[in-house]
């Protein structure tokens, strides 16, 4: 079952064309779709931040959501290559010596596999299959996408954290960095 915001999101979204074959379930909307910058398809899932006070979504803002999902999808070439060197800078600085699978640039290396989009704010998944075959870097952008924050966490899969609100995803991360 679905709340009343889920559904008009989801009936916002289709009626946007953003995504193939979206769907509502577990407070999320998702679907699949292209960035034309990145040259892949992604997952793309759609977070309202509903919380079980307010299942009606009187606060839920659409315009924002779609506006967030459309910039992302529709980013341009130069601000997506901005994207990932930004990245890749990030992490060949935290790597520095350490040893890698294999000695290319991390640029070429680099897949987005997924997106989470919040009213205020983007996170991206990659992956790295020849640099990091066992991890995810995850990227948190902005609602200019600008990159905020860069984590490479392993796939190993002992550990899976859901987060009901991008401040609890936020503190976490600050609360690894130290």
């Known amino acids: 079952m679905t709340s009343p915001a889920l559904d008009t999101l ?88 350490e040893p890698v699978i294999e000695q290319i640039d991390l640029r070429d290396d680099l897949e987005a596999t997924s997106v989470v989009v919040f009213a205020d704010a983007v996170l991206l998944a990659f992956l790295a299959p020849k640099q990091f075959p066992d991890s995810r870097i995850l990227v948190q952008l902005d609602e200019e996408l600008q990159v905020e924050g860069v984590e490479v966490r392993e796939l190993d899969g002992t550990e899976t954290v859901d987060f009901d609100t991008l401040e609890d995803l936020l503190d976490q991360i600050s609360r690894t960095d130290d």
């Open 10 to 97: 989801l009936a916002r979204i289709v009626e946007s064309g953003l995504l193939e074959d979206p769907v509502a379930e577990n407070g999320l909307v998702y679907g699949r779709a292209s960035i034309d910058a990145a040259g892949t398809v992604v997952n793309v899932n759609v977070d309202p931040e509903l919380d079980d006070d307010d299942e009606h979504g009187e606060d839920v803002d659409h315009e924002a959501l779609i506006a967030a999902v459309s910039r992302i999808l529709s980013v341009g070439e130069s601000r997506w290559r901005a994207v990932v060197d930004e990245v890749a800078t990030d992490i060949d600085d935290a790597v520095d010596d």
